[in-house]
């Protein structure tokens, strides 16, 4: 019995907005599977329909076996949720929130255990309107982890996070996972996504372009990376003895800078490369291939159409990218 | 039960707002401090009694209670779904329709309490200083005006449950405030007038229908109501069918408790939020 069976679901809103069209999806018992898209590509309306926040205009789902939209209830008892978009009590503690999850779910457990385990603990007995993004982020999911979930749904459980929070955060997920819990969770984070799962599927406009192992899918975009190497003056060799470094697959000059596409190549070896012929190497910053360039690859045919449109000015390595968010 | 939770959690939410606390102040000054005012006052034109104090009470709770009932309804449902918090509650196991019980239950909750400890103390004051004073009589009239403020709940939060939004809930309820507190005799005055043929001779004995408009709205059904105290609190005037009966006032305001709750669950069902 797969955890979640998406079955041609299409959702409408008001206004002629088609947020999905035709979805199926299946997330299978026990695996780790990593929804992924950009925002607007319908990754809340699909988690919406899991947990029948909204009803779909055409098709039907099924969590744990349960229809969505009938079984709603017997569904969230079993299911821990990490809603998008939410907001907490602002005047009641993190331990009354947990409490009331677990009165809810009428578990008997001890919120102190929960507050433990995602580290706010010490936070306990402090309104939740006080909290931090990050924080709120946890105690939220503190609530989900009530009742020792068959299945966790989180969407874009990162958000608000730093990047040792969203580090905090995927290792609850991977425990969560050992303890045989099946993870559906959404991001528009690649790196996030990569760390973890099993599987992922990657939403666009509303459609299912990609599912496939996290294997296959690095197979398809390489190990996907761009080097940029600030120099004093880029010369002809250099440019040219980094193109013969082997697993470099597309070399350019953008200014002083040399801009190297690897697809599974040592990065030593091409900085040796550009000064062992003449240049002084200022910078450098790797940028891994991002979740653009991924739909690219999906949608339109080859990252390279994309990469040569664009001027690779971003540098910033991706922990930065996380830090920001 | 899960609605049980959601009215715990609604209840120990509201109760942890400094308003709350106003709001028992405001009814201990009102029913307290009338009691002492009706005490003072009215002992110089005769016996103070306890019917005599529910009338002059009777008459002030019909203007407050309402107004805070609203008050505390209209952003229930819409405001936690404004908010997004409506999402972590119903991330829980529970239905929709075991929201807003529990909302129903948890807001009736808090202003209960309120009117309870304001009513109490009135009790304490008038069994001091009123020369007759019947516990059971008030206490009755008290659970009518809890009867009321969980009717103006009701539709408040029916209001909150329909729209979805914090501000047309808040038009909407001021808008039907107005329409009971001020409007609807009007209204009904007019449509006799109307329908005798634009004839004001109609307007001294109002018909059977006229009346049933009017007693249908929950104030007039509140001191309807208040016939079950005693008899001269009730509908008094030459035609008194049965609607006008104690029993029919009770009737009607639990109908407002559950109706337009019952109403906007409709809407809310099968809602996107």
Redesign the interface.
């Known amino acids: 019995m797969p955890a979640i069976d998406v079955d041609g679901v299409t959702k409408r809103?008001g206004g002629g907005v088609t947020a999905l069209q035709d979805l199926n999806l299946t997330v299978k018992e026990g695996e780790i599977y990593g929804f992924l898209g950009p925002n607007g590509a319908g990754k809340s309306t699909t988690i919406?329909i899991l947990?029948?926040?909204?009803?779909p205009t055409e098709g039907s789902a099924t969590v744990l076996g349960m229809d969505a939209q009938a079984d709603?209830?017997?569904v969230?008892?079993r299911v821990g949720?990490?809603?998008?978009?939410?907001?907490?009590?602002e005047?009641?503690t993190g331990r009354?929130?947990v409490q009331?999850?677990i009165?809810?779910?009428e578990t008997g457990e001890r919120p102190e255990d929960l507050l433990n385990r995602v580290g706010i603990s010490e936070a306990a007995d402090r309104k939740a309107g006080g909290y931090s993004k990050g924080m709120a982020q946890r105690l939220?999911l503190a609530?989900?982890l009530v009742g020792d979930p068959d299945l966790l749904i989180l969407d874009e459980p990162s958000t608000g996070l730093d990047p040792n929070g969203a580090r905090e955060m995927r290792r609850i997920i991977q425990q969560e996972n050992d303890r045989g819990t099946t993870v559906f969770f959404s991001s528009h984070i690649l790196e996030q996504v990569e760390a973890i799962c099993d599987r992922v599927g990657i939403l666009h406009n509303g459609e299912l372009v990609a599912e496939d192992s996290m294997e296959n899918l690095r197979a398809n975009i390489g190990s996907g990376s761009t080097l940029t190497v600030t120099v004093d003056e880029p010369t002809e060799p250099a440019v040219e003895a980094v193109r013969d470094v082997p697993g470099v697959s597309e070399v350019s000059v953008d200014g002083t800078s040399i801009v190297v596409v690897i697809s599974d190549a040592s990065k030593t070896r091409i900085l040796e490369a550009i000064e062992e012929n003449g240049c002084e190497v200022r910078d450098f910053a790797t940028e891994k291939a991002s979740l653009e360039e991924l739909f690219a690859t999906y949608t339109e045919g080859g990252r390279d159409g994309l990469r040569n449109g664009t001027t690779p000015t971003a540098t910033q390595d991706t922990t930065e990218t996380e830090a920001r968010r | 039960m899960s609605w049980g939770a959601v009215a715990r959690k609604d209840f120990s939410d509201a109760v942890r707002v400094r308003w709350f606390w106003a709001l028992g102040a405001l009814f201990v000054v009102f029913a307290g401090g009338g009691a002492y005012l009706y005490a003072e006052f009215f002992s110089a034109f005769g016996e103070t009694t306890g019917i005599g104090f529910i009338g002059f009470l009777s008459a002030a709770t019909g203007i407050l209670v309402p107004v805070i009932g609203l008050v505390l309804g209209y952003k229930t449902i819409a405001g936690e779904r404004e908010s997004g918090s409506l999402k972590l509650l119903l991330s829980l196991p529970h239905t929709r329709g075991e929201v807003v019980a529990g909302k129903l239950v948890g807001r009736s909750a808090v202003v209960s309490i309120a009117i309870l400890v304001g009513y109490l103390v009135a009790l304490v004051v008038g069994l001091a200083l009123f020369a007759e004073f019947s516990v059971v009589d008030f206490l009755t009239f008290t659970g009518l005006s809890v009867l009321l403020a969980c009717a103006w709940i009701g539709i408040s939060l029916g209001l909150s449950t329909a729209t979805g939004s914090t501000s047309r809930a808040a038009v909407f309820a001021f808008g039907f405030w107005l329409v009971v507190q001020f409007l609807w005799d009007i209204v009904v005055t007019l449509l006799v007038w109307a329908v005798n043929g634009f004839s004001l001779e109609a307007l001294g004995n109002l018909p059977d229908w006229a009346l049933f408009l009017s007693v249908i709205m929950p104030n007039s059904a509140f001191s309807n109501a208040n016939g079950i105290v005693a008899d001269s609190l009730g509908a008094t005037g030459q035609s008194t069918p049965w609607f006008t009966e104690p029993w029919f006032g009770l009737l009607v305001l639990v109908a407002w408790v559950v109706v337009p709750v019952g109403l906007g669950y409709l809407r809310f069902r099968n809602a996107d939020l």
């Open positions: 809103f919406n947990l029948d926040f909204i009803r709603s209830k017997a969230r008892r949720v990490l809603p998008d978009a939410y907001h907490v009590y005047r009641l009354q929130h009331f999850a009165d809810s779910k939220v609530m989900a």
